[in-house]
Every structure is written in C-alpha cells, then in structure tokens.
C-alpha cells in the first residue's frame, strides 16, 4: 500500500494542473451567471489525451480518478467523470462525449445534456447510449452550476445501443466513482476558496477565520473532503462495487454539512453571484442525489454487506423511477 | 499510489489470524463480555500476551534488540486490526506496546530500556498511564500533582483520574509537575507497589476499570524513575500522543460491532427496513473513510512524513463513525444497555468517551484548522 503518487501519477497530476492554472476564473461575460461550461478546457484536455486516460495503456484507474478530481477544483464545468471513469468500463469502443449520464425520468432534466452528444442512459434493466440530437434538446435555467437541459420530445430509444443487464451494475459503480471524485475536488475547492475568505473578512475587530467556531466547522469540512477523496482514489484504483458504494455514500450524505458550512462563512456575499462560491458548491449540491442518492449508496452498501433484504421490502427501483 | 496489500503482508495476516484462532480459548468471547479492564481481563492478557510475545507477535515493530522482529509499521497495523477482530485481548499490552515502548526507546536511559522493555516485550507487565486529573484533561498543562525533588528523588503528591487498568498495573507512567511554570512538567516511571500509592475504582459510563482514581500521598521514587529531562515533559508528550492517537483501528471494532448489531435485527426480523438498512449502510462508509485514513497515517509514517493534521483527520472521522453506531444503536437495539447484548454495550461504553480521550474533539479540530488550513490561533 502506497499513498504517495508514483512518478507517472504525479506526472498525469502536474500536467492536469498545468492546463487548469489558465482556468481558474469564469470569463467576464459569463462570471454572474449560474455555470459555465468551458469549451476550452474541454478542448485542452482532449488535446493533451486527458479525457482518453481511462483507455490509455500504462494508466488506471487512480490515474483516471485525479484527472476527474482534479478538474472539478475549478471553477469551471467540463464533462469528464462519464468520459473518463465510467464509459471506459461499459464499451471498448469510444463513445462520442460529451456524455449525459441519465437514470430515472428521462424526461427531466438532465446534467450535461444540452452539451452531450451521447446519452447514456440507465433503465434498471439495461443501459442505452444514445446519439443526443441536439435539435430535440433545450436548455433549462438552474441554480446548479452545470449546464441543464431537456429533451424536447421523447427520444426514439430504438435507435440507441443496447448494453444489456450485465451492464446495470459496472454503470452504476463508475457513476459512483465519478461523482465521489468531482464532489472531493469541488468540495476542496469550496472549502480552500472559504479559508481564504475568512481570513480576509473581518467582523467585530477580527478576520471570522480569528473565530473557534468557524475554526471547528471548517476543520470538519476538511475532514469530509479528504475522506472522500481517499474513498473515491480508492474505488478507482480496485474496481470493487463495495468501495464505489462507501464513496459515493460518504461524498452524498456530507453534501449538506459542506454546502451549509462554505456559504454560511461567506454570508451574504456567498449567495451572490458576484462571489465565485456557487460555481462549486452547487455543482455538488447537483450530484446528492445522482446514482440514487445517499439513501440508494446506503442501501446498496447494506445489501453488498449483509446481503439483500427479504420479499417484503420495498421495491427502491419503483422509487427511483424508471428511466 | 496504490492500495494492495503485498504477498509478505497478507501472509503476516494469515499468520497472526491463525495464531489468534488456534491460541484463543474457546471462552474468550466470555471473558471478554465481562469488561474490556476487568480484572479478568488483566489476568487474561498476563497468561495470553507472554504466548503472543512467544510468537513474535507481540513487539513485531519493535527494533530486534528490544525484543521485537524490526518489523515494519504495516505490520503493527495488521497485527492491531486482527487482535481487533477478536475484541483486543492483549488488554491492557496497546499501552505498553504502541507508545510506552516506543517512547521508552527515544527518551529512556539504557538502565531504563534494560528494565521496562523487556517487560513489556514478556507481555507479563501490566502498564497504566497517569496523565489526567480532575481540572487538567486536554490542557495537561493545568495539572496540580507535584514531583518534588527531595534530595535524593522525588516526592509525589496529587492524583490522578482516567488511569484505565490501574487496579491490576504493574507500572504507571507518570505525568507530573516538576516547576511552577505551566510547562514544567516531566515524566517518571513509577512501581505501582511504591508506598503511598492508592487506587480508587469509581463508577461512570465507560467501563469498570477505566475511570479509577489514584492518590500518591508523600511517594518517594527514585531519580532513576524520571524519564528523559525534567521539566521536559512536554516534549515526550507530544511524541507519545501521536503514537496514542493513532493506536487503535476503532473501525475494525465498530464494524464487527455494526454486524453484531445487524445479526440481532435480522434475528428479529426488523432489517428490512430501508431506513434502517440505509442508516447502516452510511456508519460502513464512515466507518471505511476512517479506515483509508488511517492507512494514510501509517503510510505517512512510514514515509517519514511529519507534521500533516492526517492523524487529526483519521481520528475525528472515526470519531464520528463510532457516535453514528452508537445512535444507531439507541435507535434500533437499545436493549443492548438493558442486558440483550452485552457485545452492543461493551462497544457502547468504550466508546462512550472516544471524543475526549487523547486530545479532545475540539482540540483534533483546532489542529486541523491551524496546521491544515492555515488559520490563525483561534479565540
């Protein structure tokens, strides 16, 4: 077991980080909005064979997992947790990304899709891809900070892929991976950008970060960012269901605590889209409820563990909805 | 990075999983129920640690001239998470194996590692630790029992609280104040059996055995008995607490006692519940977080890594793990503290005081804040 990067791992990581030292601001036009999607990260990344990492020979799976976690410290959104970690694991042919990962009503909206080209879709039995037309998709207003749209008709899923079952499972467990990493990078970048204003911002006399109880709860931001993050690196690097299950559960259920406790310690500025707080925070706040949710990670890590539950239970999949 | 265990490590589990199966009595899990510092307990690791300690499987980290294999600290971490597994039946050994030990070793004299180390490297010697006292817990600093230089050694006299195993120790490693300054403090190795010495078990949440007092009236110890500088108490502190935050994989214990719990409510045909099943279900992630962490830590030591708040980090998020299981706990199976499962209740008031012991919850947190986050000192 060795937690330090290796020297191909620190590379990947150095090089990642070298393209996003030019995207640490949402240009000027679009720095009030709700989210931005940069066409130039994407470009970049793709350039420099990033967003292939996941079927390039020689990288895995944590190598895979930093290029994710780490795009997701900017401000910026760009469509990389499908194309990097969980396309790779359902087909050996390339998959036109972007890519919009869609389980439960189709018809609602969805993250990513009014810049997709490829939907894939989860249906509880099978996994379809789905050339996106973009003519048939239009773009919904949200506070999350990712591009939302919808289908304008329902798309004809006769033309689309079919995966089959054995698909279900390895989709939802890269999904999970996905998100863990991206909430990890978000939430750092949330918590390092809230340090930094604490210690700027002074109230009754002293900057907040002079404060114990802004101390505290910081720390325990800290603290869930980092375990999401060695959770998530770890899904990524041993492929096992469990471990996805555990990641996504932990990032899921402290969403709330690290959304509250950023904004909270940016006060008023913080709701504002003056402030840049938002363009991380509500691009995790969007992801509480991806792959089921919090109570659907849970629940899929009680059954892994202590098998399913009786006949009597509820059916989660009538729950969740069918897509 | 990467996460596999190496052949060599799997085989050190193997070995230490089937000395454990083959070598624990079938009754153990009896002597267990009657209290992690019982009496029983004690008398149970004075007659299993020397077995241990003839396996090698006692101070395997420690360096081969003290007893040990010069095993590496992946091996101290396998080793501690399978004696876990099993509930900890080295008792009262973490004490002296993970950090008297290894602070013995950097501040003893050769007279003192002559003495103490073989003793605990025997597994016969049963240790206890003096450190807190009714108004100096965290802030060690505030402590008011006083070592006296009296010419020949030193007189003690105070007390001190929350010295688990107390009643059945051999030895009490001994913080006391040696000046009138806040840090002049320092540390002596003290006989149990030295005159004036008294222990007093009191009842409390935790367990019987952990909350006992002990008054030292007019204690003469010998020079010999001070460990390191005097006045420079401070310092071994912080190298012993780093060892003591890290010491024990809570997580393998919680998660035997989350099955435990489990085993119960399926029993009783009560886990089908999804909120139920969901609630568990998020105490493993917690529970897994604090895992990785931990293997974090090790890593960094390892690695020679100093000065990160990782330690910090592993111990508040297995904190948090451990009060997630016992409200789950309170929730589902609180019959647990009324007699049906004394499992339930042995994990419920060992844990009962994890946010305070070794550097309480706030002060963890303080450390991240300051040393992880850069913050200023707080008020």
Known sequence: MQFQLDENQAAVLAGVQAILQHHQDVPGAHRRGWSYYSMELDEALSRNGYLDIGRTEGMGGVESALVVLEAAKAPVSVEIGASVLVAPHLSATEIPRPICLISGDLMKAQRYLPVARTAIIDTGDDVLVLPVDPANVEAVESIFAYPFGRFKTRPDLAGAQRLGKAAVAPLRQWARVALA?????????????????????????????????????????????????ALALKAAWSGDESEAAWAATYAQMNIQKVLFDTHQFNGGMGVTNEHKLHFWTYRFRALQAEVGGQSGAALDTADLRWGPPGAGAIDRAAVRGAA | MEFAWSQSHLDYRKRVSGFLEKELPADWFETLQKGIATKEQAEFSRDFCPKL????????????????????????????????????????????????????????????????????ASGKLVWSQ???????????????????????????????????????????????????????????LVDMKTPGIQVVPFPGLPEYGHLNEVYFDNVHIPASALLGEEHKGWDIMAFTLNFERVGLPRYIWGLRTLDIAV??????????????????????????????????????????????????????????????LMS??????????????????????????????????????????QRGLGMPRGR
């Not at chain 2, 101070?59 to 294999?69: A, D």
């Not at chain 2, 396998?78 to 050994?93: D, F, M, T």
């Not at chain 2, 994990?347 to 994890?354: E, K, L, N, T, W």
């Open chain 1, 181 to 229: 990493c991206e909430v990890a990078g978000a939430m750092r970048a949330a918590i390092d950008f809230t340090v930094d204003y604490t210690k700027q911002r002074k109230m009754f006399g002293s900057t907040l970060a002079a404060y114990q109880a802004v101390h505290h709860r910081l720390a325990e931001c800290h603290l869930i960012a980092e375990g999401v993050r």
């Open chain 2, 53 to 120: 300690a003839d396996a090698g499987l006692l101070t395997p980290q420690w360096p081969k001239e003290y007893g040990g294999e010069d095993g590496e600290a992946w091996e101290q971490f396998i080793l501690a998470e399978e004696v876990w597994r099993w509930g900890e039946p080295r008792g009262p050994q973490y004490m002296g194996v993970n950090w008297i030990g290894p602070t013995l070793m950097r501040f003893g004299t050769e007279e003192q590692k002559d003495i103490h180390l073989k003793g605990i």
């Open chain 2, 130 to 188: 003096g450190f807190s006292e009714p108004q100096a817990g965290t802030d060690l600093g505030a402590m008011q029992t006083k070592a006296e230089w009296n010419g020949q050694g030193y007189t003690v006299n105070g007390m001190k609280l929350w010295t688990s195993y107390s009643e059945w120790a051999d030895w009490i490693f001994l913080l006391a104040r040696t000046g009138p300054e806040r840090k002049q403090i320092s540390v002596f």
């Open chain 2, 263 to 324: 085993e119960q409510l399926k029993a009783e045909g009560r886990f089908d519940d999804p909120i139920c099943r969901a609630a568990a279900g998020r105490i493993v992630a917690r529970f897994e977080a604090a895992t990785v962490l931990t293997y974090a830590v090790v890593d960094e030591r390892i690695n020679d890594i100093q000065g990160t708040v990782t330690p910090n980090v592993q111990r508040i998020t297995a904190a948090q793990a451990c009060l997630d």
């Open chain 2, 328 to 369: 789950f706990m309170m929730d589902y199976v609180p019959d647990c503290l009324t007699g049906g499962n004394n499992f339930l209740e042995l994990f419920y008031r060992g844990q009962v005081a994890s946010t305070i012991a070794a550097g309480a919850y706030e002060i963890q947190l303080d450390a991240i804040a």
